[in-house]
């Protein structure tokens, strides 16, 4: 059973037998990491979870900056309502106006969470 390939010298022999042996030591922890379910679960849910945050993050910004938007054009059309020359009670649309303002602002919000999960 004497190989052309096998060594006959003794420590060369022992070195194809370290060499060998680390090899399968290596083999054997990367079939380990690949049945390792729970670990690799954990990895993904990790990366899921990143990904998720990040996504969040943006939302927020862009629903900040969409409220700061409508809040500052609703503070533009409380001043120019408040300047123009028309009697109090045709000023007192204010709160519709904001109530107007807040679902545009809650409308662009789910519009770009939506945009967000399909991509």
Known sequence: MSNADTPTDPQQLR?????????LGETVQELAAKTDVKGRAKQAIGDA?????????????????????????AS???QQLADSNLPAPMRRPL??????????????????VARRRRS
């Open 76 to 78: 533009t059309a409380k």
């Open 15 to 23: 070195a194809e037998i370290e060499r060998t042996r680390t090899e």
């Open 95 to 112: 709160p519709l106006a904001t109530i107007a303002a807040s679902a545009i602002a809650a409308i662009v919000v789910v519009v770009v």
């Open 49 to 73: 979870a990143g990904r998720t945050q990040r996504k969040l993050s943006g939302v927020k910004d862009q629903a900040g900056q969409a409220a700061a938007v409508v809040a500052g054009r």
